[in-house]
Protein backbone atom coordinates (compact mmCIF):
# COMPACT_ATOMS: atom_id res chain seq x y z
CA UNK A 1 0.00 0.00 0.00
CA UNK A 2 1.45 3.45 -0.70
CA UNK A 3 0.90 6.12 2.18
CA UNK A 4 0.88 9.53 0.74
CA UNK A 5 1.29 12.98 2.35
CA UNK A 6 -1.14 15.39 1.98
CA UNK A 7 1.10 17.17 -1.08
CA UNK A 8 0.99 13.97 -3.09
CA UNK A 9 4.91 13.01 -1.45
CA UNK A 10 5.27 9.17 -1.64
CA UNK A 11 5.67 7.87 2.33
CA UNK A 12 8.37 5.52 1.97
CA UNK A 13 9.30 3.51 5.81
CA UNK A 14 13.04 3.36 6.47
CA UNK A 15 12.81 -0.59 6.13
CA UNK A 16 11.09 -0.09 2.29
CA UNK A 17 13.43 2.48 1.25
CA UNK A 18 16.52 0.18 2.44
CA UNK A 19 15.43 -2.81 0.83
CA UNK A 20 14.23 -0.63 -2.59
CA UNK A 21 17.87 0.49 -2.56
CA UNK A 22 19.22 -2.98 -2.73
CA UNK A 23 16.92 -3.62 -5.93
CA UNK A 24 19.30 -0.42 -7.14
CA UNK A 25 21.83 -2.86 -9.19
CA UNK A 26 23.13 0.24 -11.41
CA UNK A 27 24.69 1.63 -7.53
CA UNK A 28 23.55 5.26 -8.60
CA UNK A 29 21.10 7.34 -6.39
CA UNK A 30 18.11 7.11 -9.06
CA UNK A 31 14.95 6.17 -7.36
CA UNK A 32 15.93 7.72 -4.04
CA UNK A 33 14.11 9.96 -2.63
CA UNK A 34 15.78 13.63 -2.11
CA UNK A 35 14.65 13.22 1.26
CA UNK A 36 16.33 10.40 1.34
CA UNK A 37 19.77 11.56 -0.20
CA UNK A 38 20.02 14.97 2.04
CA UNK A 39 19.21 12.62 5.03
CA UNK A 40 22.40 10.92 4.24
CA UNK A 41 24.73 13.59 3.34
CA UNK A 42 23.21 15.76 6.82
CA UNK A 43 23.98 12.26 9.13
CA UNK A 44 27.42 12.86 7.18
CA UNK A 45 27.95 16.46 8.19
CA UNK A 46 27.01 15.31 11.88
CA UNK A 47 29.36 12.38 11.93
CA UNK A 48 32.13 14.15 10.77
CA UNK A 49 31.55 17.63 12.43
CA UNK A 50 30.88 19.49 9.41
CA UNK A 51 27.25 20.94 10.73
CA UNK A 52 24.31 20.14 12.71
CA UNK A 53 21.09 19.66 10.43
CA UNK A 54 18.55 17.96 10.83
CA UNK A 55 15.10 17.39 8.79
CA UNK A 56 12.02 18.06 11.04
CA UNK A 57 9.48 15.67 11.74
CA UNK A 58 5.99 15.75 9.65
CA UNK A 59 3.88 17.40 11.77
CA UNK A 60 0.72 15.73 13.00
CA UNK A 61 -2.66 16.59 14.95
CA UNK A 62 -2.79 13.80 17.47
CA UNK A 63 -6.83 12.80 17.56
CA UNK A 64 -6.53 9.54 19.66
CA UNK A 65 -4.23 7.48 21.50
CA UNK A 66 -4.48 3.88 23.29
CA UNK A 67 -2.49 2.25 25.85
CA UNK A 68 -2.32 -1.81 25.35
CA UNK A 69 -1.22 -3.15 28.71
CA UNK A 70 2.56 -3.89 28.39
CA UNK A 71 3.57 -2.23 25.29
CA UNK A 72 3.87 0.98 24.04
CA UNK A 73 1.52 3.99 23.81
CA UNK A 74 -0.49 3.43 20.17
CA UNK A 75 -1.57 6.46 18.14
CA UNK A 76 -5.04 5.18 16.64
CA UNK A 77 -5.90 8.75 15.26
CA UNK A 78 -4.30 11.47 13.50
CA UNK A 79 -4.32 13.77 10.82
CA UNK A 80 -1.30 15.30 8.88
CA UNK A 81 -0.85 19.20 9.24
CA UNK A 82 0.69 21.45 6.72
CA UNK A 83 4.05 22.74 7.84
CA UNK A 84 4.59 26.53 9.01
CA UNK A 85 8.16 26.27 8.52
CA UNK A 86 10.70 24.72 6.55
CA UNK A 87 11.66 21.41 6.81
CA UNK A 88 15.36 21.38 7.49
CA UNK A 89 17.59 23.61 9.99
CA UNK A 90 20.36 23.60 11.96
CA UNK A 91 23.91 25.34 12.30
CA UNK A 92 27.08 25.76 10.33
CA UNK A 93 30.21 27.36 11.22
CA UNK A 94 28.47 29.66 13.25
CA UNK A 95 25.43 30.41 11.08
CA UNK A 96 21.77 29.09 10.95
CA UNK A 97 20.76 27.56 8.14
CA UNK A 98 17.13 27.34 7.40
CA UNK A 99 15.89 25.38 3.71
CA UNK A 100 13.11 23.36 2.38
CA UNK A 101 13.77 20.09 -0.29
CA UNK A 102 11.34 19.99 -3.41
CA UNK A 103 11.32 17.81 -6.15
CA UNK A 104 9.49 17.35 -9.18
CA UNK A 105 8.77 15.02 -11.91
CA UNK A 106 8.36 18.28 -14.11
CA UNK A 107 11.52 18.27 -16.88
CA UNK A 108 10.71 22.32 -18.16
CA UNK A 109 9.81 23.96 -14.71
CA UNK A 110 9.27 23.61 -11.21
CA UNK A 111 5.41 24.65 -10.16
CA UNK A 112 5.76 27.16 -7.55
CA UNK A 113 2.61 25.25 -6.02
CA UNK A 114 4.72 22.78 -4.15
CA UNK A 115 5.47 25.65 -1.74
CA UNK A 116 3.00 27.16 0.62
CA UNK A 117 3.13 30.40 1.49
CA UNK A 118 3.78 30.35 5.34
CA UNK A 119 7.09 28.41 4.35
CA UNK A 120 7.93 31.40 2.45
CA UNK A 121 7.20 34.29 5.04
CA UNK A 122 9.62 31.69 7.23
CA UNK A 123 12.01 31.83 4.90
CA UNK A 124 11.96 35.97 4.78
CA UNK A 125 11.43 36.32 8.41
CA UNK A 126 14.94 33.73 9.11
CA UNK A 127 16.83 35.92 6.50
CA UNK A 128 15.53 38.79 9.00
CA UNK A 129 17.20 37.32 11.76
CA UNK A 130 20.84 37.14 8.92
CA UNK A 131 20.00 33.13 8.62
CA UNK A 132 20.67 31.64 5.51
CA UNK A 133 17.66 30.15 3.78
CA UNK A 134 17.16 28.55 0.58
CA UNK A 135 15.44 25.40 -1.80
CA UNK A 136 16.76 22.63 -2.75
CA UNK A 137 14.80 21.78 -6.08
CA UNK A 138 15.53 17.91 -7.65
CA UNK A 139 14.61 17.96 -11.03
CA UNK A 140 13.75 14.32 -10.28
CA UNK A 141 13.93 13.28 -14.25
CA UNK A 142 16.88 14.53 -14.93
CA UNK A 143 18.61 13.79 -11.83
CA UNK A 144 19.48 17.68 -11.29
CA UNK A 145 19.44 19.18 -7.90
CA UNK A 146 19.60 23.26 -7.51
CA UNK A 147 19.96 25.61 -4.39
CA UNK A 148 17.87 28.75 -4.57
CA UNK A 149 18.53 31.21 -1.93
CA UNK A 150 15.70 32.87 -0.95
CA UNK A 151 16.66 36.26 -2.14
CA UNK A 152 16.37 34.56 -5.53
CA UNK A 153 13.63 32.55 -5.20
CA UNK A 154 11.52 35.69 -3.39
CA UNK A 155 11.82 37.52 -7.07
CA UNK A 156 9.99 34.57 -8.66
CA UNK A 157 7.58 34.49 -6.11
CA UNK A 158 6.58 37.87 -5.99
CA UNK A 159 6.14 37.27 -10.12
CA UNK A 160 3.83 34.72 -9.42
CA UNK A 161 1.75 37.25 -6.91
CA UNK A 162 1.76 39.78 -9.47
CA UNK A 163 -0.18 37.59 -11.42
CA UNK A 164 3.06 36.36 -13.75
CA UNK A 165 3.90 32.75 -14.04
CA UNK A 166 3.44 30.03 -11.73
CA UNK A 167 6.50 28.50 -11.86
CA UNK A 168 10.75 28.77 -12.00
CA UNK A 169 11.49 27.39 -15.56
CA UNK A 170 14.29 25.24 -15.33
CA UNK A 171 16.38 27.86 -17.72
CA UNK A 172 15.54 30.70 -15.11
CA UNK A 173 16.61 27.73 -12.46
CA UNK A 174 20.32 27.67 -13.61
CA UNK A 175 20.26 31.59 -13.97
CA UNK A 176 19.15 31.96 -10.17
CA UNK A 177 20.69 28.97 -8.50
CA UNK A 178 23.81 27.11 -7.59
CA UNK A 179 23.51 23.24 -8.93
CA UNK A 180 24.95 20.79 -6.89
CA UNK A 181 26.52 18.17 -8.26
CA UNK A 182 25.44 14.87 -6.81
CA UNK A 183 28.49 12.46 -4.97
CA UNK A 184 29.30 9.28 -3.20
CA UNK A 185 29.75 10.94 0.11
CA UNK A 186 28.38 12.75 1.07
CA UNK A 187 25.55 12.55 -1.77
CA UNK A 188 24.47 15.97 -1.99
CA UNK A 189 27.39 18.30 -0.49
CA UNK A 190 25.23 21.51 -0.65
CA UNK A 191 27.29 22.99 1.98
CA UNK A 192 30.44 22.56 0.11
CA UNK A 193 28.03 24.20 -2.65
CA UNK A 194 27.35 27.09 -0.76
CA UNK A 195 30.94 27.58 0.48
CA UNK A 196 31.52 27.69 -3.19
CA UNK A 197 30.16 30.03 -4.16
CA UNK A 198 30.91 32.56 -0.81
CA UNK A 199 27.23 32.24 0.74
CA UNK A 200 28.37 33.92 3.57
CA UNK A 201 27.41 37.05 5.98
CA UNK A 202 27.42 39.06 2.98
CA UNK A 203 24.55 37.22 1.41
CA UNK A 204 22.94 37.21 4.75
CA UNK A 205 23.19 40.89 4.94
CA UNK A 206 21.38 41.18 1.31
CA UNK A 207 19.25 38.76 2.35
CA UNK A 208 18.27 41.10 5.11
CA UNK A 209 17.79 43.87 2.85
CA UNK A 210 14.52 42.39 1.09
CA UNK B 1 -9.00 10.45 28.77
CA UNK B 2 -4.88 11.36 29.55
CA UNK B 3 -2.97 11.24 26.57
CA UNK B 4 0.76 10.46 28.20
CA UNK B 5 4.29 10.94 26.05
CA UNK B 6 6.54 7.98 26.33
CA UNK B 7 8.41 10.71 29.19
CA UNK B 8 5.49 10.70 30.73
CA UNK B 9 4.79 13.74 30.34
CA UNK B 10 0.38 15.10 29.47
CA UNK B 11 -0.11 15.18 26.21
CA UNK B 12 -2.68 18.88 26.29
CA UNK B 13 -4.87 19.05 22.85
CA UNK B 14 -4.99 23.09 22.01
CA UNK B 15 -8.89 22.84 23.12
CA UNK B 16 -8.27 21.33 26.51
CA UNK B 17 -5.28 23.25 27.04
CA UNK B 18 -7.07 26.39 26.29
CA UNK B 19 -10.91 25.97 28.43
CA UNK B 20 -8.04 24.85 30.76
CA UNK B 21 -6.83 28.37 31.32
CA UNK B 22 -10.13 29.77 31.40
CA UNK B 23 -11.06 28.26 34.22
CA UNK B 24 -7.54 29.85 36.31
CA UNK B 25 -8.86 32.20 38.01
CA UNK B 26 -5.94 33.83 39.49
CA UNK B 27 -5.38 35.02 36.04
CA UNK B 28 -1.74 34.25 36.96
CA UNK B 29 0.07 31.56 34.10
CA UNK B 30 0.23 28.92 37.00
CA UNK B 31 -1.24 25.66 35.44
CA UNK B 32 -0.04 26.67 32.00
CA UNK B 33 2.68 23.76 30.96
CA UNK B 34 6.26 25.26 30.29
CA UNK B 35 5.76 24.04 26.44
CA UNK B 36 2.34 26.93 26.21
CA UNK B 37 4.78 29.41 28.07
CA UNK B 38 7.13 29.10 25.39
CA UNK B 39 5.00 28.99 22.27
CA UNK B 40 3.35 32.23 23.61
CA UNK B 41 6.98 33.65 24.12
CA UNK B 42 8.18 32.53 20.58
CA UNK B 43 4.62 33.51 18.72
CA UNK B 44 5.89 36.85 20.32
CA UNK B 45 9.42 37.12 18.65
CA UNK B 46 7.83 35.91 15.64
CA UNK B 47 5.58 38.38 15.29
CA UNK B 48 7.67 41.31 16.68
CA UNK B 49 10.29 40.27 14.56
CA UNK B 50 13.00 39.81 17.78
CA UNK B 51 13.67 36.42 16.64
CA UNK B 52 12.63 33.11 14.71
CA UNK B 53 12.21 30.24 17.21
CA UNK B 54 9.90 27.06 16.92
CA UNK B 55 8.97 24.00 18.31
CA UNK B 56 9.45 20.87 16.47
CA UNK B 57 6.62 18.14 16.04
CA UNK B 58 6.94 15.34 17.86
CA UNK B 59 8.60 12.62 15.83
CA UNK B 60 6.46 9.64 15.04
CA UNK B 61 7.01 6.54 13.97
CA UNK B 62 3.97 6.56 10.91
CA UNK B 63 2.75 2.44 10.13
CA UNK B 64 -0.93 2.80 8.61
CA UNK B 65 -2.78 5.58 6.80
CA UNK B 66 -6.50 5.62 5.53
CA UNK B 67 -7.92 7.48 2.97
CA UNK B 68 -11.63 8.11 3.15
CA UNK B 69 -13.24 9.52 0.20
CA UNK B 70 -13.70 12.75 0.15
CA UNK B 71 -11.73 13.59 3.00
CA UNK B 72 -8.07 14.12 5.14
CA UNK B 73 -5.82 10.68 5.37
CA UNK B 74 -6.69 9.38 8.37
CA UNK B 75 -3.21 8.07 10.41
CA UNK B 76 -4.53 4.83 11.91
CA UNK B 77 -1.37 2.97 13.16
CA UNK B 78 1.34 5.00 14.53
CA UNK B 79 4.18 5.33 17.58
CA UNK B 80 5.91 7.61 19.72
CA UNK B 81 9.80 7.96 18.49
CA UNK B 82 12.12 9.33 21.35
CA UNK B 83 13.73 12.85 19.91
CA UNK B 84 17.32 12.35 18.71
CA UNK B 85 17.75 16.31 18.73
CA UNK B 86 16.57 19.02 21.44
CA UNK B 87 12.81 20.21 21.25
CA UNK B 88 12.82 24.15 20.01
CA UNK B 89 15.51 25.66 17.33
CA UNK B 90 15.79 28.89 15.64
CA UNK B 91 17.55 32.06 14.53
CA UNK B 92 17.81 35.29 16.60
CA UNK B 93 20.31 38.43 15.47
CA UNK B 94 22.59 35.76 13.19
CA UNK B 95 22.71 33.34 16.46
CA UNK B 96 22.13 29.81 16.26
CA UNK B 97 19.25 29.26 19.23
CA UNK B 98 18.79 25.60 20.25
CA UNK B 99 16.98 24.46 23.65
CA UNK B 100 15.06 21.63 25.33
CA UNK B 101 12.52 22.91 27.56
CA UNK B 102 11.36 20.65 30.48
CA UNK B 103 9.40 20.64 33.65
CA UNK B 104 9.86 19.23 37.12
CA UNK B 105 7.47 19.12 40.22
CA UNK B 106 10.07 18.54 42.25
CA UNK B 107 10.91 20.87 44.85
CA UNK B 108 14.58 20.52 45.28
CA UNK B 109 16.06 19.18 42.34
CA UNK B 110 15.72 18.13 38.66
CA UNK B 111 16.43 14.76 37.86
CA UNK B 112 18.73 14.51 35.20
CA UNK B 113 16.70 11.29 33.80
CA UNK B 114 13.97 14.01 32.20
CA UNK B 115 17.06 14.53 29.38
CA UNK B 116 18.31 11.68 26.77
CA UNK B 117 21.68 11.12 26.09
CA UNK B 118 21.46 11.88 22.47
CA UNK B 119 20.11 15.13 23.43
CA UNK B 120 22.70 16.33 25.35
CA UNK B 121 25.32 14.84 22.68
CA UNK B 122 22.87 17.17 20.19
CA UNK B 123 23.76 20.25 22.15
CA UNK B 124 27.56 19.79 22.62
CA UNK B 125 27.90 19.08 18.65
CA UNK B 126 25.25 22.65 18.73
CA UNK B 127 28.34 24.07 21.04
CA UNK B 128 30.98 23.32 18.39
CA UNK B 129 29.16 24.79 15.44
CA UNK B 130 29.09 27.86 17.57
CA UNK B 131 25.28 27.68 18.03
CA UNK B 132 24.10 28.42 21.78
CA UNK B 133 22.81 25.44 23.68
CA UNK B 134 20.67 25.32 26.45
CA UNK B 135 18.05 23.69 29.03
CA UNK B 136 15.32 26.01 30.13
CA UNK B 137 13.88 24.27 33.44
CA UNK B 138 10.48 24.74 35.04
CA UNK B 139 10.24 23.90 38.85
CA UNK B 140 6.41 24.12 37.95
CA UNK B 141 5.49 23.95 41.90
CA UNK B 142 7.65 26.43 42.71
CA UNK B 143 6.80 28.64 39.63
CA UNK B 144 10.40 29.58 38.88
CA UNK B 145 12.33 29.31 35.58
CA UNK B 146 15.89 28.98 34.83
CA UNK B 147 18.26 29.20 31.44
CA UNK B 148 21.36 26.49 32.09
CA UNK B 149 23.78 27.18 29.12
CA UNK B 150 25.02 23.69 27.78
CA UNK B 151 28.88 24.01 29.40
CA UNK B 152 26.81 24.41 32.45
CA UNK B 153 24.72 21.38 32.76
CA UNK B 154 27.53 19.59 31.29
CA UNK B 155 29.45 19.34 34.03
CA UNK B 156 26.41 18.03 35.77
CA UNK B 157 25.98 15.56 33.14
CA UNK B 158 29.72 14.22 33.48
CA UNK B 159 29.52 13.95 37.30
CA UNK B 160 26.48 11.32 36.64
CA UNK B 161 28.23 9.68 34.30
CA UNK B 162 31.46 9.57 36.60
CA UNK B 163 28.75 8.07 39.24
CA UNK B 164 28.12 10.88 41.15
CA UNK B 165 23.80 12.09 42.17
CA UNK B 166 21.38 11.69 38.97
CA UNK B 167 20.27 15.79 39.09
CA UNK B 168 20.97 19.26 39.81
CA UNK B 169 19.81 20.65 43.60
CA UNK B 170 17.65 23.90 43.38
CA UNK B 171 21.21 25.82 44.96
CA UNK B 172 22.96 24.33 42.16
CA UNK B 173 20.50 25.11 39.88
CA UNK B 174 20.73 28.68 41.43
CA UNK B 175 24.22 28.76 41.28
CA UNK B 176 24.87 27.69 37.23
CA UNK B 177 21.95 29.33 35.96
CA UNK B 178 19.90 32.17 34.68
CA UNK B 179 16.93 32.77 36.15
CA UNK B 180 13.84 34.00 34.33
CA UNK B 181 11.56 36.12 35.76
CA UNK B 182 7.83 35.17 34.15
CA UNK B 183 5.85 38.50 32.44
CA UNK B 184 3.05 39.17 30.52
CA UNK B 185 4.38 39.71 27.13
CA UNK B 186 6.42 37.75 26.29
CA UNK B 187 5.12 35.19 29.18
CA UNK B 188 9.21 33.98 29.46
CA UNK B 189 11.56 36.51 27.76
CA UNK B 190 14.61 34.18 28.25
CA UNK B 191 16.15 36.36 24.86
CA UNK B 192 16.14 39.53 27.28
CA UNK B 193 17.63 37.26 29.86
CA UNK B 194 20.60 35.82 27.87
CA UNK B 195 21.33 39.64 26.38
CA UNK B 196 21.25 40.77 29.54
CA UNK B 197 23.91 37.51 30.66
CA UNK B 198 25.63 38.92 27.48
CA UNK B 199 25.46 35.54 26.58
CA UNK B 200 27.16 36.30 23.18
CA UNK B 201 29.62 35.05 20.84
CA UNK B 202 32.30 34.95 23.82
CA UNK B 203 29.94 32.06 25.33
CA UNK B 204 30.37 30.00 22.11
CA UNK B 205 33.50 30.39 22.19
CA UNK B 206 33.78 29.17 25.60
CA UNK B 207 31.66 26.40 24.97
CA UNK B 208 33.09 25.52 21.49
CA UNK B 209 36.33 24.59 23.54
CA UNK B 210 34.26 21.48 25.14
Known amino acids: MTIRYPNGKKYVPKAQAASRNKTDISFSNRGKTLED ?3 ETNEYYVSNGIAVIHKKPVPIQIVNVKYP ?16 TTDYNGVWEGKHIDFEAK ?12 IHEHQVEHMKNVCKQQGIAFLIVKFSTLDRY ?8 AKKWQRMIDGGRKSITLSEMEEISIEIKPGYRPRLDYLHALKENQITVETIERQEKL
Chains 1, 2 share one sequence.
Open 103 to 114: ETKNKTSFPLQN
Open 146 to 153: FIVLYENF
Open 69 to 84: ARSAAVITEAYFRSPS
Open 37 to 39: ELN
